[in-house]
């Protein structure tokens, strides 16, 4: 299968900036889209920003402006800068990523994997 690993969390005060990476491992084949979810104590797990194999990305309306997914295909790894960081940003932050990997028995299967998620904590 295919792991996600996420680093760069942590806490912050309010007005300040983190990175956030995630590398993905296994027997890749391609990574079609990655992503960052986030979900703070109570609420449902909501989109934070994604990014295409391409480059094209999309980004909650909360983050806008704010927030920078990028991608670095040939390490397989996905970021998320974050700036003038909000109380209200503060979650675990899950990166996710589908695309296809070759199985034990060496054919090509689809992968849907999620990280374990790293803390994001912004004080006020």
């Known amino acids: 299968q295919v792991q996600l690993v996420e680093s760069g969390g942590g806490l912050v005060q309010a007005g300040g900036s983190l990175r956030l990476s995630c590398a993905a491992s296994?027997?890749?084949?391609?990574?079609?889209?990655m992503g960052w979810y986030r979900q703070a104590p109570g609420k449902q797990r909501e989109l934070v920003a994604a990014?295409?194999?391409?480059?094209?990305?999309n980004y909650a309306d909360s983050v806008k402006g704010r927030f920078t997914i990028s991608r670095d295909n040939a390490k397989n790894t996905v970021y998320l800068q974050m700036n003038s960081l909000k109380p209200e940003d503060t979650a675990a932050y899950l990166c996710?990523?589908?695309?296809?990997?070759?199985?034990?028995?060496?054919?090509?299967?689809?992968?849907?994997?999620w990280g374990q998620g790293t803390q994001v904590a912004v004080s006020s």
């Open positions: 296994g027997s890749i084949f391609s990574i079609n889209a």
């Open positions: 990014i295409t194999s391409g480059g094209s990305t």
């Open positions: 996710n990523a589908g695309g296809r990997y070759f199985s034990t028995n060496g054919y090509l299967s689809n992968f849907n994997s």
